[in-house]
């Protein structure tokens, strides 16, 4: 019993040591940095931002089954989370050197850290079913995401104390430290984390495994409409949290020292939404839960479209981020426990490969019609880009019968 909790609790220290990167550099800080100082322009900034994750998008998208099968073959999943992490942390902290002007520079060292960091959630996750069994994998998979939450929010904090947000030279200091807590907090899933030696069994090549991966997630009719109806939703999240930032900035008229400040609510909320889903998932269901949270997201995007009309568009927006906030962690949480409990267990890898597939295989979509859109009309108009995604996820996640789960 103590062994498996030392286990859970390093693994949940992993989404610890990663949130920073996605709150503070994709999310909120780097990204109206690289606009606003770096470009110098924020509509040609925001395009090029949305494409730089696109096309990291489709990378991870290509590499994350392939990856995972290769794992799968050579029980090296541990192996490929230590690796994928710290080429990612490697090139976090290289943002730190460029400059104003340093525009492609600037976007390649990103796309290096973000393909990496998203090719390491695929091993990470894969230890989930590990982990838990269907009666606790909503807590453990809850109180994991709520924990990556308190850390985004700590690090917030570290960084307004440490570091003089308004000051662009100030800025990239703050990737140094994303990058040495993700160092940090990273090593004790390193150590705790155990690899399941596999069963021995014949070895098909990398390419066959795939294929055959790909015919068995077929023969799953549930899992292959799950695959489905989150590369949608999930695409309107990656939206959201590439421009939250980029639109808080260009169209609600905030700062850069109060998209700090938003930053630490948000992740307050988002914080108390993973905590009390945690909970609340394995008495209601993984499904019934996920259709909650993206009833809300909805609701909660339509507030964000509509701020710039109301008389006070900043608290509107406020208000927007803190229920998007308590959303999206339970969302998140949610998919991941969901399939946990559907997927066979011998090919978890692949599996959660084909799943992070289904995360990014059409995430480059919501980004790129967003970059678009905003360039020739405005950000408003193309957060409806988002609205779109998300109910289209919503209208056929809603229809699958799932046996479990």
Request: aromatic fraction near 16%; hydrophobic fraction near 50%; charge should be positive.
């Amino acid at each position: 019993m103590f062994k498996i909790k030392n286990k859970i609790f390093a693994w949940s220290l992993y989404d610890f040591a990663s949130q920073p990167f996605s709150t503070i550099i994709v999310t909120f800080i780097y990204s109206a940095f690289f606009t606003t100082y770096i470009v110098e322009d924020v509509d040609k900034g925001t395009l090029l931002w949305t494409r730089v994750i696109s096309i990291s998008a489709v990378i991870a998208a290509i590499l994350s089954p392939i990856l995972g099968a290769i794992a799968d073959r050579n029980s090296s999943r541990k192996l490929m989370l230590i690796i994928t992490t710290y080429i990612s942390i490697i090139f976090i902290g290289l943002l730190y050197f460029p400059e104003k002007g340093d525009i492609m520079f600037s976007l390649i060292l990103f796309t290096i850290a973000n393909v990496a960091f998203e090719l390491s959630t695929v091993f990470y996750n894969s230890f989930l079913p590990d982990l838990s069994n269907n009666k606790n994998s909503g807590k453990i998979s809850g109180n994991a995401w709520g924990f990556g939450f308190v850390g985004g929010l700590i690090s917030l904090f570290i960084c307004l104390s440490m570091f003089d947000v308004n000051q662009s030279s100030e800025i990239p200091k703050i990737n140094i430290l994303v990058a040495i807590w993700f160092f940090i907090f990273s090593v004790p899933a390193f150590i705790f984390l155990k690899e399941k030696k596999k069963l021995v069994t014949k070895k098909l090549s990398t390419l066959n495994q795939l294929k055959s991966t790909f015919t068995s997630i077929k023969e799953y009719k549930s899992i292959f409409k799950f695959f489905i109806a989150r590369l949608f939703y999930n695409d309107a999240l990656i939206t959201i949290f590439s421009l939250g930032g980029i639109y808080a900035v260009g169209t609600v008229g905030f700062e850069i020292s109060e998209v700090f400040v938003l930053g630490i609510f948000l992740n307050i909320s988002a914080a108390m939404g993973s905590f009390i889903f945690a909970y609340v998932e394995d008495k209601i269901g993984s499904k019934r839960s996920i259709l909650i949270t993206l009833y809300l997201l909805i609701f909660s995007t339509l507030i964000a479209f509509f701020a710039p009309y109301t008389s006070s568009p900043k608290i509107t927006f406020w208000i927007s981020a803190i229920l998007l906030g308590l959303m999206v962690g339970p969302n998140q949480s949610s998919s991941r426990s969901l399939l946990s409990k559907i997927i066979p267990l011998n090919k978890k890898n692949e599996f959660y490969g084909f799943f992070a597939l289904t995360g990014k295989a059409t995430s480059f979509v919501g980004p790129l019609l967003f970059g678009i859109i905003s360039a020739n009309f405005s950000q408003q108009i193309a957060l409806w880009i988002v609205i779109l995604l998300f109910c289209i996820g919503t209208i056929i996640f809603k229809n699958i019968c799932f046996d479990k789960g």
